[in-house]
């Protein structure tokens, strides 16, 4: 499932259009900066690629940008540290996130043994499961290496 950008451009557009709110192209470079990047990344740094697209982008605008696409499903953020975020595109398919508390580094994993375990438990609740978080903290390997 590898989607274009055309594709993201016309999700936005329909939750826009539907919610009776005004189109605004900055969201879209975010959606952009986001969509050209293999990265998670911070708002700051979602900040300096959106504004290659768009100069007069603003960081405050880049905050409002992303907790809406994140409210309408379009990205998703990993927490890190005591308050920050890290923000990627949501692309369909679904992973769990290492966050190194050395330098801030994010290692996707995806285990099939573990998504199962987890329905397994949810099922014994009589919980329907629909989505998960996972995020183990800890330290990278080059992190571990120079600590000792
Ligand atoms: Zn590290
Ligand atoms: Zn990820």
Do not use: W
Not at 26 to 50: C, F, G, M, V
């Amino acid at each position: 499932m590898n989607y274009d950008f055309s594709d993201y451009q016309k999700r936005l557009k329909n939750i826009v259009k539907s919610k009776g709110l005004k189109y605004s192209s900055q969201r879209e470079d975010i959606l952009k900066a986001l969509y050209n990047s293999e990265e998670h990344l911070t708002p700051e740094e979602i900040y300096s690629k959106a504004k290659i697209y768009n100069k007069n982008i603003g960081l405050a605008t880049v905050y409002r940008a992303l907790s809406f696409l994140e409210s309408e499903g379009l990205v998703n953020s990993i927490s890190f540290g005591t308050d920050a975020k890290k923000y990627e595109l949501n692309r369909g398919h679904h992973h769990d996130h290492m966050i190194c508390l050395g330098c801030g580094k994010i290692i996707e994993f995806y285990e099939e043994e573990l998504e199962k375990l987890q329905e397994n438990i949810a099922k014994k609740q009589g919980f329907k499961l629909i989505t998960h978080e996972m995020n183990l903290y800890g330290l990278c390997a080059d992190c571990e290496k120079s600590e000792d």
